[in-house]
C-alpha cells in the first residue's frame, strides 16, 4: 500500500479570546466558512517523509511539521486546527481512499498564559455587597463580624486551583484563606458566559490556608490579599507556576 500526504493547507483559525482586548467574540478565518483564503494565511504543514509502501499487515509512522502562520501575536490566544488527508491506495489499484487525521495547535506558549482577567475589566475588586459599587479606597474599609464586602476576580481561562489568603501585612505571614477561598478546579468567566465572575465574601474569620478546617477568628489588624490562580499545566506545589496578585491594605477589625 502507497501511503502520502496530500492535503499541506490547514482549513481553519480561530482565536479562542477573540481579538487580543478580550473582547469574548469568538473568531474565525475564513469569517464565512465558506470563501477559500489565501494559503499564506493558514498553518502550513510539511513532511519529509509522506510518501511510502507499507507492506500487507506492516505498520509505517509519518512524521508532520505544522507550522503557524506568520504575523500571529501571542497575546491574541490564537489557536489553529486543520486535517491532515492522507491517501491510501493498493498496488495494482487505480481507485484510492482517503484518511484523515484532526490537529489541533496552539500559537504562544501555552502554560505561560495569563489566568485572571485582565485590568481592563476592572478585576479583581473590592464591592459593597449592599450597594454593589467597587470600593476604591481601601484604606478606609474595615472589615469586622458582618460580612458587607465581597471580592470579586475573573479568570480567563479555567484554573485547577485558585488561592485567596489573607497576610498579615506587618509581618507578611499568610494568617489563611476567607471561606471559600481554596477553590479547586475553577471555570473561565467573562461578561457574556453564563459565569460572568467569581467572588467570594469576606469577613474577619479564616481557615489555615489550604485547609477546610473550622474558621477562627483572624487577630485585629491590617493585612491584605493575595490571589493566586494555577496556569495551565501547573505544579499545584510550586509558586512559580501561578499568577498572582496583592490587593493595597485594609483593616480587620
Same mark, same amino acid.
Given at each position: 500500500?502507497?501511503?502520502?500526504? @496530500?492535503?499541506? $493547507? +490547514?482549513?481553519?483559525? #480561530?482565536?479562542?479570546?477573540?481579538?487580543?482586548?478580550? &473582547?469574548? %467574540?469568538?473568531?474565525?478565518?475564513?469569517?464565512?466558512?465558506?470563501?477559500?483564503?489565501?494559503?499564506?494565511?493558514?498553518?502550513?504543514?510539511?513532511?519529509?517523509?509522506? @510518501?511510502?509502501? $507499507? +507492506?500487507?499487515?506492516? #505498520?509505517?509512522?509519518?512524521?508532520?511539521?505544522?507550522? &503557524?502562520? %506568520?504575523?500571529?501575536?501571542?497575546?491574541?490566544?490564537?489557536?489553529?486546527?486543520?486535517?491532515?488527508?492522507?491517501?491510501?491506495?493498493?498496488?495494482?489499484?487505480?481507485?484510492?481512499?482517503?484518511?484523515?487525521?484532526?490537529?489541533?495547535?496552539?500559537?504562544?506558549?501555552?502554560?505561560?498564559?495569563?489566568?485572571?482577567?485582565?485590568?481592563?475589566?476592572?478585576?479583581?475588586?473590592?464591592?459593597?455587597?449592599?450597594?454593589?459599587?467597587?470600593?476604591?479606597?481601601?484604606?478606609?474599609?474595615?472589615?469586622?463580624?458582618?460580612?458587607?464586602?465581597?471580592?470579586?476576580?475573573?479568570?480567563?481561562?479555567?484554573?485547577?486551583?485558585?488561592?485567596?489568603?489573607?497576610?498579615?501585612?506587618?509581618?507578611?505571614?499568610?494568617?489563611?484563606?476567607?471561606?471559600?477561598?481554596?477553590?479547586?478546579?475553577?471555570?473561565?468567566?467573562?461578561?457574556?458566559?453564563?459565569?460572568?465572575?467569581?467572588?467570594?465574601?469576606?469577613?474577619?474569620?479564616?481557615?489555615?490556608?489550604?485547609?477546610?478546617?473550622?474558621?477562627?477568628?483572624?487577630?485585629?489588624?491590617?493585612?491584605?490579599?493575595?490571589?493566586?490562580?494555577?496556569?495551565?499545566?501547573?505544579?499545584?506545589?510550586?509558586?512559580?507556576?501561578?499568577?498572582?496578585?496583592?490587593?493595597?491594605?485594609?483593616?480587620?477589625?
Amino acid at each position: 500500500m502507497r501511503v502520502s500526504l @496530500d492535503n499541506k $493547507v +490547514a482549513n481553519s483559525l #480561530s482565536s479562542m479570546l477573540a481579538n487580543g482586548s478580550y &473582547a469574548y %467574540t469568538p473568531r474565525i478565518w475564513p469569517a464565512d466558512g465558506v470563501s477559500k483564503p489565501a494559503t499564506d494565511t493558514l498553518p502550513r504543514v510539511h513532511s519529509l517523509d509522506a @510518501d511510502k509502501l $507499507v +507492506a500487507p499487515g506492516q #505498520s509505517c509512522s509519518v512524521t508532520v511539521f505544522v507550522v &503557524a502562520p %506568520t504575523g500571529l501575536k501571542d497575546s491574541e490566544h490564537w489557536y489553529y486546527s486543520g486535517f491532515l488527508e492522507f491517501t491510501l491506495q493498493w498496488d495494482g489499484e487505480q481507485t484510492s481512499s482517503a484518511y484523515v487525521v484532526p490537529y489541533g495547535g496552539y500559537n504562544g506558549n501555552y502554560s505561560a498564559q495569563d489566568v485572571l482577567s485582565p485590568p481592563s475589566e476592572g478585576l479583581p475588586a473590592f464591592v459593597d455587597i449592599e450597594s454593589g459599587n467597587p470600593i476604591e479606597d481601601l484604606s478606609t474599609l474595615v472589615i469586622g463580624t458582618n460580612e458587607t464586602v465581597a471580592l470579586v476576580y475573573g479568570l480567563a481561562i479555567p484554573s485547577r486551583r485558585v488561592d485567596i489568603t489573607y497576610v498579615d501585612s506587618a509581618s507578611g505571614k499568610t494568617v489563611g484563606n476567607p471561606p471559600d477561598g481554596n477553590i479547586q478546579y475553577s471555570e473561565r468567566s467573562c461578561p457574556q458566559c453564563s459565569i460572568p465572575f467569581h467572588s467570594i465574601v469576606l469577613s474577619k474569620f479564616a481557615s489555615v490556608a489550604g485547609n477546610r478546617s473550622e474558621p477562627s477568628e483572624v487577630p485585629a489588624g491590617k493585612y491584605h490579599i493575595h490571589l493566586k490562580a494555577l496556569r495551565p499545566f501547573g505544579d499545584i506545589d510550586n509558586d512559580d507556576d501561578y499568577q498572582t496578585w496583592d490587593s493595597e491594605d485594609f483593616i480587620i477589625s
